[in-house]
């Protein structure tokens, strides 16, 4: 229950900022501050697990998909949860200063509580299913807070590059996190982890193991897809400080060591994690250094310790992972306090330009002692803690020997990125807090708030502290995430300051002064830097995507023109087609089962089935009887049902007949009676061979198949439709229990399609046509008499009728979706007989509320199975003895049958009468339009 609350928390209180803000901006901060208080208290309380404990929560949800509600806390999510819980808190209160007045603080912090929650759930979830579902909630939590300053540009389109990268790594993620599932046959991560050898055997693991490392790769802004993460600084600084330094950045490198009992020891493991890492970090070093963007400098030094951590977990040994847990601990403190640093310069002079902010250790010498200090500890000087995890880098790029000859490579190419970021580091200091005086600042530089440093003073005193007395500090958390991440014991290592004099100490002597004199020396470099030709990753990103989209637009018109003929015939073709591929192999058509014997009124039957087909496009162009003969299709395949015991399919094919008749007739009354001859010889030669090539296609298919035994699952619901759904009927149980859910899905579906058709005909009004085709006038009587009278004397016994399909269509050919169609035609005959206004103010009612209320009810009656412990729509029934009535069975199933049943009222009326009434007067126009 703990651990639910740690990840509902943020969820519940996302309302709480945006209430308080009418109290104001403090009351907002505190309301937002609430959250991840509670939750650290609650997730202090689980703090057993630092002890090598791990906590579970299970709820099953979806087992037959494996998809189950299920929470985990070991060391690793322990530690993941104080990072994201302990720093959103500090970015709360410095977000409290960091904001203007006139921005909308209640919405800011919404946001970011559910970026919160998101994170949370990607960090505590057992099930990977439940993980991917909170991993697309980070990208799109994190779209809206990159792109909170919508006004910009430079923000919406980091906005939409950030979520189109991480999103499709996402899909990645989803398919190697499906694959890995259906390997393991679990998707829980216990019984995933357990299963290294069978997963690692198959031959599947290459490609699932490719797919997560997409995943990872641009979460993490690994490279080639590091480009989004410098774009992504158009947000507001706490977003940086939150999402690309702390959190979001790390749920890639999370994934890593989360999943590395799993997908490491072997060479493609070493080869793909280890070398992209090598060149992430790199790049991102080298590319940091000329940024002129205080925030640019951040980010791509952030891309660079994000390529270290990766390196290290794709070094491939216990130690390493060692490493890169602490490297995640110490990167997360000194970067988050960099990019609050760097908020505070850009609040307080108006500038984050490192050419022009200079020499502002005489404004700001508290900001400048603050923020030197966390950069020191990027550059990894000694007795601070980036020292300590840099220290550990090295020696275990020391330690490898899977690239032969050239394992020097490795520690080497290290070096010389420890190098950049040294000279990066030092360049942040120098330029920005000495190196002469401001220029041309929009506002005199100044300390900022007091309370808006606090943050930054507890991360940077977390530097010193971890960097002084680490076995004090961060050794209990260290052991406990970097056992939970190897999933078994912990090598030995010491956190000791001082090792002696060794190789890792000389490496970081060679990067220290090497990157202080490479910043000394730095304009030759700087110069061949300028010459370099400006590439634009967010203008690259923007012309690929104009050229897909320039694609689709092409292929859109290639397939879809807005010719109806046009669709129907690349849908039948590509029927006709995958039907060609699964009969073409088959050694001969026929089989060895006998066709049924044909009587002379069955074949008859199917003549003239046969014969309102080409019938029907003989005559297409005089609509009228078109649809004369194509009424005599759907009459004789509901006979066709009734001949073959198929009683419920043949009154439903008939009731869906008459109303499709109807709908047709109402719809015909708007078009001419007759249209021109439009199509080409050529068409037609074309259309006949298709259609001829379909038929053929069909037929074949369907007598391979009714001369070959086959298995049905028929069986099985014939077995338990009595002592499962208690019903005779099959197809009832089938509709209203054993697939209720799919019946729940189509009624939906058919009551959304019902209102969106209400809503495009509302309004719309079409002129009454005077006359025929011949020219012969309509008659001024709407409403003939004769047909008024006997619809009112049919009204009372086609709803019986009705009443009486519903009542047994559990037990016999009937239910809710034939009473419905039943009970529709009967009020749609009175339209037609006494007009819209006669029966709306007789009989007022909502065709679309009543749709919805028919919805909610079925879904209400498959709510109520759980409140039993039984899975959702599971159905009961008993036997009852009722005074004057006598032994009677009910069933629950009647009230997800009711269900249907206005859901099939409701969305059929609103579409009938929604076109009965294009040619109503205006008086009954209004009064349809007020009662719906």
């Not at 909630?137 to 906005?159: C, E, P, Q």
């Not at 403190?333 to 990019?339: E, G, H, N, V």
């Not at 030669?685 to 379909?694: K, P, Y």
């Not at 298919?701 to 069986?715: F, H, K, N, Q, S």
Request: glycine share 10%.
């Amino acid at each position: 229950m703990i651990l639910a609350l740690i990840v509902a928390l943020p969820f519940l209180g996302i309302l709480l900022p945006v209430l308080a803000e009418r109290l104001g901006r403090t009351a907002c901060a505190v309301a937002a501050a609430l959250v991840p208080l509670g939750g650290l208290l609650l997730l202090f309380s689980q703090r057993g697990v630092l002890a090598g404990e791990t906590l579970f929560a299970r709820h099953a949800w979806l087992p037959e998909l494996g998809f189950n509600l299920s929470l985990r806390l070991d060391g690793l999510g322990f530690l993941f949860a104080l990072l994201i819980l302990g720093i959103g808190l500090l970015i709360i209160l410095y977000a409290r200063y960091y904001l203007s007045d006139k921005e909308p603080m209640g919405r800011f912090f919404a946001f970011l509580l559910l970026f919160m929650g998101s994170m949370l759930g990607v960090v505590l979830t057992e099930n990977l299913l439940l993980m991917l579902v909170f991993w697309e909630l980070t990208s799109l939590s994190s779209f809206l807070l990159i792109g909170f300053w919508n006004h910009r540009s430079d923000a919406r389109k980091g906005a939409r590059m950030s979520l189109a990268v991480t999103g499709g790594g996402g899909l990645a993620l989803f398919a190697g996190i499906l694959l890995i599932g259906q390997t393991v046959g679990s998707f829980e991560l216990t019984d995933v982890l357990a299963a290294r050898d069978l997963l690692q055997g198959s031959a599947l693991f290459p490609v699932a193991l490719c797919l997560v490392l997409l995943g990872v790769f641009t979460k993490s802004a690994q490279f080639p897809f590091h480009f989004w993460l410098p774009h992504a600084m158009a947000a507001p600084t706490p977003v940086s400080a939150y999402l690309h330094s702390a959190t979001m950045v790390k749920a890639g490198v999370f994934l890593l060591a989360r999943l590395y009992p799993l997908l490491s020891g072997n060479d493609l493991w070493f080869y793909l994690v280890s070398l992209t890492g090598l060149a992430t970090l790199l790049m991102g070093a080298f590319m940091a250094l000329f940024q002129n963007d205080l925030k640019g400098l951040l980010a791509y030094s952030t891309i660079s310790h994000l390529g270290l951590i990766t390196l290290l977990f794709g070094l491939d040994s216990p130690m390493a992972n060692v490493a890169a847990v602490f490297h995640i601990i110490n990167h997360a403190t000194f970067k988050a306090s960099l990019f609050m640093a760097a908020g505070i310069i850009d609040h307080e002079t108006g500038s984050r330009d490192i050419r022009r902010i200079n020499g502002l250790w005489k404004y700001m010498p508290h900001t400048a002692v603050l923020a030197m200090v966390a950069s020191a500890s990027m550059a990894g000087v000694p007795l601070l803690n980036g020292f300590l995890s840099k220290e550990m880098f090295f020696g275990e790029t020391l330690a490898q020997n899977m690239m032969g000859s050239f394992n020097w490579l490795i520690p080497t190419l290290a070096t010389v990125a420890a190098l950049f970021s040294v000279s990066y580091s030092v360049r942040f200091i120098h330029d920005v807090f000495f190196n002469g005086e401001p220029v041309n600042l929009p506002r005199q530089p100044h300390e900022p708030p007091r309370y808006m440093k606090v943050p930054v003073e507890i991360l940077v005193f977390l530097c010193l502290l971890v960097g002084m007395v680490p076995g004090l500090t961060v050794a209990p958390l260290l052991s406990a995430a970097a056992s939970a991440s190897l999933n078994g014991e912990l090598p030995s290592y010491s956190l000791a300051i001082w090792h002696g004099f060794n190789l890792p100490l000389l490496m970081s002597l060679v990067a220290l002064v090497g990157g202080v004199l490479l910043y000394v020396l730095r304009k030759p470099l700087f110069d061949w830097y300028a010459g370099l030709p400006a590439m634009d990753a967010k203008l690259v990103f923007e012309q690929q995507v104009q050229r897909v989209v320039r694609a689709a637009q092409w292929l859109t018109l290639r397939l879809e023109n807005g010719s109806l003929q046009r669709y129907v015939m690349l849908l039948l073709l590509a029927s006709a087609v995958v039907v060609f591929a699964g009969i073409a192999p088959l050694p001969r058509l026929y089989g060895e089962r006998p066709l049924s014997e044909l009587d002379g009124i069955t074949a008859l039957g199917l003549v003239l089935l046969a014969l309102s087909g080409p019938l029907t496009a003989w005559f297409h162009r005089q609509r009228l009887v078109a649809l004369v003969i194509l009424s005599v299709a759907g009459l004789l395949v509901a006979l066709a049902f009734a001949r073959f015991a198929a009683p419920d399919l043949a009154l439903t094919q008939l009731a869906v007949e008459v109303v499709t008749m109807v709908l047709l007739m109402l719809a015909l009354f708007y078009l001419p009676t007759r249209t021109p001859k439009e199509t080409s010889s050529l068409r037609k030669l074309r259309d006949v061979v298709v259609a001829l090539f379909c038929g053929v296609m069909v037929a074949l298919l369907a007598y391979a198949v009714l001369t070959r035994p086959y298995d049905t699952i028929a069986g099985y619901y014939l077995d338990n439709s009595i002592g499962g759904g208690g019903g005779h009927n099959v197809v009832n149980v089938i509709l209203v229990d054993f697939r209720g859910f799919d019946t729940l899905g189509e009624i939906s579906v058919l009551a959304i399609a019902a209102v969106g058709i209400f809503a495009m005909l509302a309004g719309l009004r079409l002129p009454r046509a005077g006359q025929d085709s011949e020219g012969r006038a309509w008659s001024a009587d709407r409403f003939p008499p004769i047909l008024a009278v006997l619809s009112r004397l049919m009204l009372p016994l086609a709803l019986l009728v009705a009443v009486f399909i519903f009542l047994r269509g559990h037990n016999l050919p009937g239910g809710g979706f034939i009473a419905g169609l039943i009970t529709a035609v009967a009020l749609i005959i009175q339209y037609i007989a006494c007009g819209s206004r006669w029966m709306r103010t007789r009989l007022p009612l909502n065709y679309g509320r009543m749709a919805g209320i028919g919805v909610i009810v079925a879904g209400l009656a498959g709510l109520g199975s759980w409140a039993f412990g039984y899975p959702f729509l599971t159905s009961s029934f008993g036997h009852f003895h009722l005074p004057l009535v006598g032994e009677i069975e009910l069933a629950t199933a009647m009230l997800f049958d009711l269900g249907v049943y206005l859901t099939v009222v409701g969305a059929t009326l609103l579409i009938l009468s929604g076109l009965g009434e294009l040619t109503a007067p205006p008086d009954d126009a209004a009064l349809a339009k007020e009662v719906n």
